[in-house]
């Protein structure tokens, strides 16, 4: 027998038992909001999750055991398959959705995840945000070219009521605390890529910090859209999946780096709907390359001056390209001078 | 990463004094120095050998003797299990008890009065070799002509269980100062760092009784972090520099507190190095201590005397994280054994798939990414590129795997493959 003769308590089982004790609180949070609406709405969001981590459980085992022939009898079904995907794809999926589309999304996204792993010993793709996406393409994806930063302005109208406003409009800024919350958690036990969220999320409120700066909204417009939006959420549980991040630290920032830029440009170039997963899977293809390079940038860090200067560059010209784009400037005082006549008049 | 916190398991072994063990009948010593067996034998069957004899010297670039450690009768060769992990010829000397040496040497008053030239011998003819296990001949190391700034000692004994230098620096705190004082001043080194971890602060204040004498010398403490023992990380850690191969490249001798005890006893006494204080620990050592044992000594010889068992469980050479396995679950204690450990039991957990955690990447010590070493598989290309040969062995990429792969077996064997490449 080889060394080392000691191993450390924490087992992939206990790894994914923490990430689901950082979701209790947002789940209990989705529990709570809707049974304020009605209990029957609470039976059936309930149901929904169970539905959503079976028809996975079931699935995955389907597709490991009879297609692909990957029984192992000394292996435990609950040791192999994860309930984690199933109650992710269920907490970011509307409760409305048709049960028919998640099978279809769930058979899909893993029989490609599967034969990509069988062909590259990895597993490359996101099976929750392959799931989403397919989902989202059978409900019919749209480019909504309006814009973006009248929604804020709109509700804010450069009066400071930021916080108000946030509270009133939006139901999804708890669920972004919440995260915040869980992902202190996995980064004290451990459990999380935690570089993934941390310069996803900077890097996404350094460029619309700009974009907002350059049109007068201030500080208020990068922390209104990361509250406000599941960014942290989808940061935390979904780009910072293990099995299709990076492994290497300095790829782990490379992938935060570009999902942000990504999510920006899905954001305001292509302003399609769930341009935030579309980032996350084309990452995941890069993966490989990511780890490449971090892997020997740990030795000599000369290699990653390319991809960060690209990196810069592109944040560069998103954050002063998007502002001119979007320029709020004349909607914003208009706004503010129509708000001070009615004020006036009343 | 400089290291983790891993369970130290210390403890157990530092409540006894220091216990002797010189009841051997036979030694067996092996014809190994560090891990070249490339020996001249200059004894036969039948020879009368003192304590201090020469017995063997190692050919090549380093010559280092390998000398007896009692004195007797070579009555054979056998071979033995070392701390290599396999099994050494091995020159069997029959002790007569009697100690005899063949000059005896006067103690010295003053050992920091030696010109570098007698300083270099003295520790050559002694037989000192880096006693933190690396087995390095000592002389090589002070034998160069640039300046060195600082000698760093390494009393920081980072590997679980080992309690060895922590005791000897605790019962010979006075003499090791004395010793680092004379290398600074006949080696012209400017400063001493003695680095201690913070495990271990006793020893710091008992530094401090006598420090103020010795301007030269400071103490650092460090984090109780495993491995920041490893040369390199001590180097990096206490003066911010970074090395190619050794760290004389920048002006920095790094010595084990055993090694600079060994000098001392050779510049006093002129003893070679023939003893080392070794830790016998473990579940299945009634009461764990450590023992001063002669070279050559069979480790369960010691076990018999100090109460336990050594042929039930896992029999280990070193500590839990950096040790071998013995299956014959018997060793020959050289210099370079600072642990025996011997545990009930130990069940290696079944290996599950790689969840990419990235953890063993993020814990390595020298920077590699053993899972993508792992997925490399046998492309030497590819494994030559992630660095495979900078691997130090300390074994956290396994530890820390939470699916239980064997990632240093891995490493190594990728090692190992650009090694003979290399050779090629």
């Known amino acids: 027998m080889k060394g080392p003769f000691i191993k450390n308590d924490k087992t992939s089982f206990k790894l994914e038992l ?22 029957s709405s609470l039976v059936a969001y309930i149901g929904f999750t169970i539905v959503c981590i079976t028809l996975n459980f079931m699935i995955e085992m389907i597709l490991d055991t009879i297609i692909f022939k990957e029984k192992d009898s000394h292996d435990n079904i609950m040791n192999r398959y994860s ?41 490359i793709l996101n099976t929750v945000v392959l799931s989403k996406i397919i989902i989202m393409v059978l409900n019919g994806m749209t480019l909504d070219y309006s814009n973006v ?11 400071n009521e930021l916080l108000k406003i946030i509270i009133s409009s939006n139901e999804f800024y708890p669920v972004s605390l919440l995260s915040i919350v869980g992902f202190i958690y996995l980064v004290k036990r451990k459990a999380i890529k935690w570089r993934i969220p941390l310069v996803y999320v900077i890097t996404f409120l350094a460029i619309i910090y700009v974009i907002g700066g350059m049109n007068n909204l201030g500080l208020g417009y990068p922390i209104f859209e ?35 830029i990504l999510t920006v440009i899905f954001k305001y170039l292509i302003p399609i709907s769930g341009g935030i997963y579309i980032s996350i899977l084309l990452l995941n293809i890069l993966t490989i390359y990511l780890d490449y390079v971090g892997s020997r940038a740990r030795f000599n860090f000369k290699i990653t001056f390319i991809p960060f200067i690209i990196s810069w560059l592109l944040i560069l010209c998103l954050s002063i390209g998007i502002s001119m784009k979007y320029n709020t400037k004349n909607d914003a005082s208009e706004l503010r001078s129509i708000k001070e006549i009615t004020y006036n008049n009343i | 990463m400089l290291g983790i916190k891993i369970p130290k398991r210390k403890s157990i072994s530092i409540k006894e004094k220091i216990g002797i063990y010189n009841k051997m009948k036979y030694v067996y010593i092996p014809l190994i120095s560090g891990l070249d067996k490339n020996i001249t034998v200059i004894v036969k069957k039948g020879d009368y050998v003192y304590k201090g004899s020469v017995i063997g010297k190692r050919k090549g670039d380093f010559r280092v003797p390998i000398l007896s450690s009692v004195s007797g009768t070579v009555i054979d060769y056998e071979e033995k299990y070392c701390i290599t992990g396999e099994k050494v010829k091995c020159v069997v000397i029959e002790n007569d008890f009697l100690d005899a040496v063949e000059t005896k040497n006067a103690e010295s008053t003053a050992i920091s009065s030696y010109s570098k030239k007698e300083f270099l011998k003295i520790i050559r003819d002694a037989g000192i070799i880096g006693m933190g296990g690396s087995g390095f001949p000592t ?13 760093i000692v390494n009393a920081v004994e980072c590997e679980p269980y080992v309690t060895a230098d922590y005791i000897l620096f605790r019962e010979k705190c006075e003499e090791i100062l004395e010793a680092i004082d004379a290398i600074l001043e006949i080696n012209n080194i ?35 972090l495993y491995p920041i023992g490893w040369e390199k990380n001590l180097v990096k850690k206490l003066l911010g520099v970074e090395y190619n191969k050794y760290p ?55 076990i018999k005397k100090i109460g336990g068992t050594h042929t039930d469980g896992l029999f280990i050479v070193g500590s839990n994280m950096l040790g071998k396995n013995i299956p014959t679950k018997d060793i020959v204690i050289t210099p370079e054994v600072n642990c025996i450990l011997s545990l009930k039991e130990y069940s290696c957990k079944e290996p599950k798939n790689c969840i990419r955690c990235g953890k063993c990447t993020e814990v390595c010590p020298s920077k590699l990414s053993p899972i993508l070493i792992l997925e490399s598989g046998n492309n030497i290309q590819k494994v030559k590129a992630l660095n495979a040969d900078k691997c130090i062995k300390c074994g956290l990429c ?3 795997c939470p699916s239980n792969i064997k990632l240093r077996d891995k490493v190594l064997e990728a090692k190992e493959q650009i090694e003979t490449m290399v050779k090629k």
Not at chain 1, 85 to 106: E, F, M, N, R
Not at chain 1, 234 to 260: C, D, H
Not at chain 2, 139 to 151: E, G, H, I, S
Not at chain 2, 197 to 216: A, F, P, W
Request: glycine share 6%.
């Open chain 1, 18 to 39: 923490d990430i689901l004790i950082s979701l209790i609180p947002v789940i209990i949070y989705m529990f709570v909001k809707t049974f304020t609406t009605s209990i």
């Open chain 1, 83 to 123: 309930l984690l995907p199933g109650l992710l794809l269920s907490l970011i999926l509307p409760t409305t959705t048709s049960i028919i589309y998640i099978v279809i999304a769930l058979i899909s996204s893993n029989l490609i995840s599967t034969l990509l792993l069988k062909k590259t010993n990895k597993k």
């Open chain 1, 149 to 159: 930063l009248n929604t804020y302005v709109n509700l804010v109208g450069n009066n």
């Open chain 1, 226 to 260: 990361v509250l406000v939006d599941s960014i942290i959420f989808i940061s935390i549980y979904l780009a910072a999946n293990n099995e299709t991040s990076p492994v290497t630290p300095i790829g782990q920032v490379m992938y935060g780096l570009f999902l942000g």
């Open chain 2, 139 to 151: 002389y090589v190391k002070y034998n160069y002509d640039q300046k060195v700034k600082t000698l």
């Open chain 2, 190 to 224: 400017d400063s001493c760092i003695i680095a201690i971890g913070n495990n271990n602060i006793y020893l710091k204040e008992l530094m401090d009784n006598y420090i103020g004498t010795y301007l030269k010398i400071k103490v650092e403490v460090l984090e109780n």
């Open chain 2, 248 to 302: 004389l490249e920048k002006g920095i001798i790094v010595n084990n507190v055993s090694t600079i005890y060994a000098i001392y006893e050779a510049l006093k006494y002129g003893k070679p190095l023939i003893d080392r204080i070794v830790t016998f620990t473990g579940d299945n050592i009634k009461n764990p201590q450590n023992v001063l044992v002669k070279n050559g000594t069979l480790a369960s010889e010691v």
């Open chain 2, 398 to 400: 396994s530890y820390i």
